[in-house]
């Protein structure tokens, strides 16, 4: 054979293991059996027949310069695809960037890499030097990802996070139809709403409007995670139905994921709000707790409603004016939920955002101002759910026993971590 002819064999088992490394990764992305340790066995199996096809490859071409940073890239690829970490991995992509620092996807297998090792900083210097070869929609997603880890028990959280936002919206720019990126900035949006104290909607609405764009592009729809970060926001939007709908179809996808725990505690939630509002019914009970709300003096800039008189969504001017009759706890530190009966002997529920469970009594009188409502109407599993809501965002937006909220009862420096956001 021809050296020629050996080179054009050489480079087509070059190829074939390029797209043998492509497909490992797909697998990985695609794959959710019942059992975990199946896809592990999947992995090590295609990841086996992979590295075989690169070893067939000539010793004296893999020492090629044209070559090797690319032979040397395609095993330690190979070799990260589990989740944990592997030096032989990191061993063989350090040396891809050495031969050739043009090489930007040995850049970012090598970043995601040292990230497993828990070496942050270098990993992030990893990608920034990647991408100082010039723009790469998958260099900023990963960037976005990593800035949001690194937020994580940061002083300058927020900041952090803003960062990563910055990239996620830079890797959409690149490519404005790329269901990967636009999904990165829903999570970024929707780390950036936990980390400012779970308590500003704007940035849950920026999350869902980015979720709806990823879930136009078809290779995202076999991402459980999409679903299941998505059904998180419509849960904080109160949007149930949405959310137990998303975390159903996330568990449908990858059973391992926790969406079928997260559906039971929604449920669960809802269920115990529809029991508590079911057992407030003796009128004389309630005209008993409400007879002092008449006496209360209301701003002149606010007209005296009731929760039956709001429209769905802000009614700005009116103030509601009612009674805390329970304070209802569940699984989940936010938001707070209450039991509130209104002037008009009324009851519904009181969502309360970004702020401590100690700033609101039973027995409390609360005026809400401007309210946020919100009328919840929908059945599950042939359980049907039907109450009135009030959100409460800001502290300014209630006052209680006619007094402002003092700002030591906010929370706004909470991180909660979401699933691969």
């Known amino acids: 054979m021809s050296i020629s002819s050996t080179n054009d064999s ?26 975990p340790n199946h896809k592990i066995a999947a992995l090590q199996s295609q990841s086996h027949l992979a590295l075989n096809l690169l070893d067939s490859i000539p010793s004296d071409h893999r020492r ?50 040292i990230w497993k090792k828990g070496d942050l900083p270098s990993a992030k210097n990893c990608l920034t030097l990647a991408l100082s070869k010039g723009s790469n929609k998958k ?3 990963q960037l976005s990802m990593l800035e949001r880890r690194m937020a994580q028990g940061a002083d300058n959280q927020e900041e952090i996070v803003q960062e990563s936002i910055k990239h996620a919206k830079e890797a959409i720019a690149l490519d404005v139809k790329d269901g990967n990126s636009w999904y990165n900035l829903g999570n970024a949006c929707l780390t950036c709403f936990f980390v400012t104290g779970a308590w500003d909607h704007s940035k849950l609405l920026q999350s869902l409007k980015a979720y709806q764009n990823a879930e136009k592009d078809e290779g995202m729809k076999s991402n459980p995670d999409l679903y299941f970060n998505c059904a998180t926001v419509n ?20 059973p391992g994921l926790n969406a079928t725990e997260e559906a039971d505690k929604l449920i669960s939630l809802l269920d115990k709000l529809d029991s508590f509002l079911r057992g407030q019914t003796k009128a004389k009970r309630l005209a008993s707790l409400t007879s002092s709300l008449a006496a209360i003096n209301l701003n002149s800039s606010y007209r005296r409603g009731t929760i039956d008189r709001l429209s769905e969504g802000l009614n700005r001017t009116i103030a ?71 959100r409460v965002d800001f502290l300014d937006q209630m006052l209680v026993n006619g007094n402002a909220i003092s700002p030591q009862y906010a929370i706004r420096n909470a991180i909660v971590a979401q699933n691969k956001a």
């Open 64 to 113: 090629l310069p044209a070559t090797r940073a690319t032979h040397e890239y395609l095993k330690g690829k190979i070799m990260d695809v589990f989740p944990d970490y592997k030096k032989e991995a990191e061993d063989h992509l350090s040396k891809a960037v050495k031969l050739n620092p043009s090489l930007v996807d040995a850049w970012l297998c090598l970043g995601n890499c």
């Open 235 to 254: 849960k904080y939007l109160e949007n149930y139905e949405r959310a137990l709908s998303g975390f159903e179809a996330a568990a449908s996808k990858d």
């Open 139 to 141: 260099i900023l997603c």
């Open 320 to 390: 509601i004016l009612g009674k805390v009759m329970f304070f209802i706890k569940h699984e989940s530190t936010t938001p707070l939920y209450f039991l509130v009966c209104d002037s008009d002997q009324v009851c519904f529920i009181l969502t309360v955002y970004g702020m401590r469970n100690d700033a609101i009594k039973e027995g409390d009188q609360v005026t809400l101002l401007a309210p946020c409502y919100h009328f919840v109407n929908f059945s599950w599993k042939e359980k049907y759910y039907q109450f009135k809501s009030i």
């Open 10 to 35: 050489a480079e087509s088992i070059m190829d074939q293991a390029a797209k043998a490394a492509d497909e490992l990764y797909l697998l990985r992305d695609t794959y959710f059996p019942l059992d």
